[in-house]
């Protein structure tokens, strides 16, 4: 298994900043994804960080508002851009060790004000 | 996409009495993981269960993908069983995988 460290752990931030979030990862992991998870709801996948080259984002989801990056195969950083309180979430790291594995982050809670 | 639902969508229960969650997913997966997301939101991994049956104590999984679903039992429940129940259907293209969540069963066991 993997343990997965995220910071912040929360954060209270004002519309129209940025926020960037870290995970590390205690072993090289193959795969490192960012999700998101809206109040009582699911998680939704957000893109998968890709080690040396950009990252691969879902529909809904651009570059420009959630800039990924992970320049090693421990480390990955979340960036959510010029916030808005619809950005107000759980900001989640997974990692996987090949397919059939996925280890969560405990989370990052934004509230934007 | 593929879509992924479970039910019941919220579930209450007295401690000690018995549940079955269920997970439909829409099209042919390539795994399935269950995870229990505690009151303090950390997702806890169950079970890795691309088919057949599984179990860990009071719980187990069975998975039958050929007519895509899933089941999670939960037996002699436990007030520290209360939260969220995902399960989560992974998809593979092009050389990678990602995962994709269902809609969640929230368990609240009362003493």
């Known amino acids: 298994s993997a343990v997965i460290s995220q910071k912040p752990s929360r954060d209270i931030c004002q519309r129209g900043t940025s926020l960037t979030i870290q995970c590390q990862v205690d072993?090289?992991?193959?795969?490192m994804f960012w999700y998101r998870q809206q109040p009582g709801q699911s998680l939704t996948l957000i893109a998968t960080?890709?080690?040396?080259?950009?990252?691969?984002?879902e529909s809904g989801f651009v570059i420009d508002k959630f800039p990924i990056s992970r320049p090693n195969l421990t480390f990955s950083t979340l960036t959510v851009s010029n916030m808005s309180p619809e950005d107000s979430s759980i900001y989640l790291c997974?990692?996987?060790?090949?397919?059939?594995?996925?280890?969560f982050g405990p989370g990052t809670r934004l509230l934007v004000l | 996409g593929i879509q992924v639902e479970q039910s019941p969508p919220d579930l209450i229960l007295q401690e000690g009495a018995n549940s079955t969650l269920r997970c439909n997913f829409s099209?042919?997966?390539?795994?399935l993981q269950w995870f229990h997301q505690n009151p303090w939101g950390q997702l806890i991994n169950l079970f890795y269960?691309?088919?057949g049956t599984k179990q860990n104590g009071r719980l187990s999984a069975t998975t039958v993908a050929t007519e895509r679903y899933s089941l999670l039992y939960i037996s002699s429940s436990q007030t520290t069983d209360s939260g969220v129940y995902f399960c989560?259907?992974?998809?593979?293209?092009?050389?990678?995988?990602?995962?994709?969540f269902g809609t969640g069963t929230r368990l609240k066991v009362l003493a």
């Open positions: 099209d042919s997966v390539n795994n």
């Open positions: 072993s090289q992991v193959t795969m």
């Open positions: 997974s990692a996987g060790q090949g397919a059939g594995t996925q280890y």
């Open positions: 989560a259907v992974e998809r593979r293209t092009s050389g990678t995988y990602k995962y994709i």
């Open positions: 960080a890709n080690q040396g080259s950009e990252a691969t984002y």
């Open positions: 269960i691309p088919s």
